[in-house]
């Protein structure tokens, strides 16, 4: 049996409450009011979400993947509840086709966000008494409410010591091929709990093995290091100025760039709640188990970075590489291992999702970057795959073989969410 199914439970006690305040409040005044069921209620609420998560609390890129993931599970669950047509993924609850999917959607997120959010939670309320203004009232209302309150606390629950808040530290010796921290700040790994945080859709973060890095003799390393020495530097770089912009482009919050594409996407495509609801589930839940995988495997692998390995070449015994001292790559190295890489991870689970969703040469998806303030068109998951492959080389942030693999691990897991889990019933 999947873990997903394992996961379902019968929510009667929704069930039972939905049925008596339709009995309660369905009177004459009340029973006309329309059910709202807009699907603008998803993409506004992942918007509060990146401002509770990035502006509000400073998550970490890293982490930040977990909680669009949890929020937009309880959204799909509340919203499926009602609608129907997929599966769930924590409960069933039977309820009534008079309650408001909107609402269920809308309080199932803030319930969430204010659960992990506490510090938020004056901004959060202030967003949902506004939301809940402009609801008709009635049954349809009340009965949302109640529904997105049970979706919210379901998930919840089943993510209590899930060990995000575990004390993980990564202790190796410095070697030949074996992460340091690195400039400016020689920080400790950050995140390093991240990889033993129980995943949401995998059933191990380990589910899908990866080859590993190159062994320093080899000719696949001497190759990968030559290309980010080159194109990789701060100064004196062979990259074109195309190039730059490009890498620059892609420095700026992979996760944020991503949820804002689908917000775009799901809006001028016209899907519907249940459609919205489900596509930015696959993509909080892909996305998240690929940074967990991603996080076990640089753990596990602890594989130095180029602005390591490049000045410290002499001591890898490849023939092939030559120290450079003064090299230095065109933007700060992130406090964590090369190995693979957490940018490819979240890219392959993207362009993964979006392909199930809406073709792997239709994707017809807007990219903006607040760093180089610019936007771009993709229509094919490929492009955008390669593109930002090389855009981490060109920054000088890592080796390809991180970028390929770490890749095809993020397709790997989006090919299990959209074949395992928010399946079509019947």
């Known amino acids: 049996m999947h873990a997903r199914r394992a996961r379902l439970v019968i929510a009667a006690v929704v069930s039972s409450v939905c049925v008596a305040a339709s009995a309660v409040l369905a009177g004459p005044s009340q029973a006309a009011a ?31 993947g977990l909680y669009f993931g949890f929020m937009h599970i309880a959204m799909y669950d509340a919203v499926v509840a009602i609608e129907g047509g997929y599966e769930p993924y924590a409960y069933r609850a039977a309820a009534p086709p008079t309650a408001s999917a909107e609402v269920a959607a809308a309080t199932a997120a803030y319930r969430v966000l204010k659960e992990y959010f506490p510090a938020s939670a004056a901004n959060l309320t202030a967003d949902y008494t506004a939301f809940l203004a402009g609801v008709p009232n009635g049954v349809g209302k009340v009965q949302g409410r109640l529904v997105g309150v049970a979706a919210a606390a379901r998930i919840i629950q089943l993510r209590q010591n899930d060990g995000r808040n575990a004390i993980v530290t990564l202790d190796v010796e410095p070697a030949p091929g074996v992460w340091r921290p690195t400039p400016p700040a020689f920080a400790p790994m950050l995140a390093a709990e991240l990889g033993f945080v129980t995943p949401l859709l995998l059933e191990s973060a380990i589910q899908f093995p990866l080859p590993g890095p190159d062994a320093l003799s080899t000719v696949g390393y001497a190759r990968d290091y030559v290309e980010v020495l080159r194109y990789g530097a701060k100064e004196g770089s062979r990259r074109t100025a195309a190039q730059t912009d490009t890498a620059l482009f892609y420095s700026d919050n992979a996760i944020l760039q ?3 594409g689908l917000r775009d996407q799901v809006t001028r495509r016209g899907l519907d709640i249940v459609e919205s ?15 967990i995988a991603c996080w076990r495997a640089k ?12 000045p410290l070449a002499g001591t890898d015994g490849n023939p092939a590489t030559r120290p450079d001292a003064d090299w230095t790559p065109l933007t700060d190295t992130p406090p964590y291992p090369e190995y693979t890489s957490g ?45 930002t492959m090389n855009a981490r080389i060109w920054l000088g942030l890592h080796f390809r073989k991180a970028m390929t693999d770490g890749n095809d691990l993020g397709h790997h897991v989006s090919d299990w969410a959209s074949s395992q889990y928010f399946q079509p019933t019947g």
């Open 34 to 64: 329309p059910v709202a069921a807009d699907p603008a209620v998803i993409t506004e609420w992942n918007v509060i979400a990146a401002r509770t998560i990035f502006t509000e609390n400073l998550v970490a890129v890293p982490r930040s």
């Open 258 to 260: 991503f949820q804002t």
């Open 277 to 291: 609801s489900r596509a930015f589930a696959l993509l909080g839940t892909s996305t998240a188990d690929a940074q």
């Open 299 to 310: 753990y596990d692998y602890a594989y130095w970075r180029p602005v390591t390995a490049i």
């Open 343 to 387: 940018h490819a991870c979240v890219t392959g689970a993207t362009t993964g999702t979006l392909s199930h969703l809406f073709g792997a040469d239709s994707l017809d998806l807007n990219l903006f970057s607040n760093v180089t303030m610019t936007t771009r068109h993709y229509d094919t998951a490929d492009a955008l795959d390669r593109q």
